[in-house]
T-cell receptor
Framework: EAGVTQSPTHLIKTRGQQATLRCSPISGHTSVYWYQQALGLGLQFLLWYDEGEERNRGNFPPRFSGRQFPNYSSELNVNALELEDSALYLC???????????FGPGTRLTVL | QKEVEQDPGPLSVPEGAIVSLNCTYSNSAFQYFMWYRQYSRKGPELLMYTYSSGNKEDGRFTAQVDKSSKYISLFIRDSQPSDSATYLCASYSGGYNKLIFGAGTRLAVHP
């Protein structure tokens, strides 16, 4: 069974640009979660989508947004990129709100 | 105060040692507890999952949850160099509440 997949693996942008990151959950999973892992800061919760709806949001500015598609894949958009947005962005999926989360390999975003 | 506290280490042990990794949490509503292992530049991998208090064993790994003291532990027996990674504890209360991670403890097992 395929795990959570993310694309691209690496993304390099300049300050002020927009970044789009993609995630495909494990087959059968309806929930997708996004996390930011910046150096030295641990995993910070960004967004949670379930059945196409945003269920919870972390303490991030509105320029971090996303959506979940009918096939349960998800997209994270970061507008007006800042240098401190450089981090590993991790996507996880689960089958419902009480099931464990399984992580993808991440997208490393570098903002120059 | 962070909801889940974890000593970032690093922790360095010789091969074959018993490793004890610990976290504390502050939210009494937390019912679900996980341990993840993350190798450098990779996504976290689920190691152990427990519900409420008690012990759970899986091979060389044992997870313990003591809800009375709000303490979470992971024990690794006969540690191997391949166990060298960052170990993250995580907890949440269920529903549409977010999973809260500790900072992660870096473990190095040297031959």
């Amino acid at each position: 069974e395929a795990g959570v997949t993310q694309s691209p693996t690496h993304l390099i942008k300049t300050r002020g640009q927009q970044a789009t990151l993609r995630c495909s959950p494990i087959s059968g999973h309806t929930s997708v979660y996004w996390y930011q892992q910046a150096l030295g800061l641990g995993l910070q919760f960004l967004l949670w989508y379930d059945e196409g709806e945003e269920r919870n949001r972390g303490n991030f500015p509105p320029r971090f947004s996303g959506r979940q598609f009918p096939n349960y894949s998800s997209e994270l958009n970061v507008n007006a990129l800042e240098l401190e947005d450089s981090a590993l962005y991790l996507c996880a999926s689960s089958n419902g709100d009480t099931d464990t989360q399984y992580f993808g390999p991440g997208t490393r975003l570098t903002v120059l | 105060q962070k909801e889940v506290e974890q000593d970032p280490g690093p922790l360095s042990v010789p091969e074959g040692a018993i490793v004890s990794l610990n976290c504390t949490y502050s939210n009494s509503a937390f019912q679900y507890f996980m341990w993840y292992r993350q190798y450098s530049r990779k996504g976290p991998e689920l190691l152990m999952y427990t519900y409420s208090s008690g012990n759970k064993e899986d091979g060389r790994f044992t997870a313990q949850v003591d809800k009375s003291s709000k303490y979470i532990s992971l024990f690794i027996r006969d540690s191997q160099p391949s166990d060298s990674a960052t170990y993250l504890c995580a907890s949440y209360s269920g529903g549409y509440n977010k999973l809260i991670f500790g900072a992660g403890t870096r473990l190095a097992v040297h031959p």
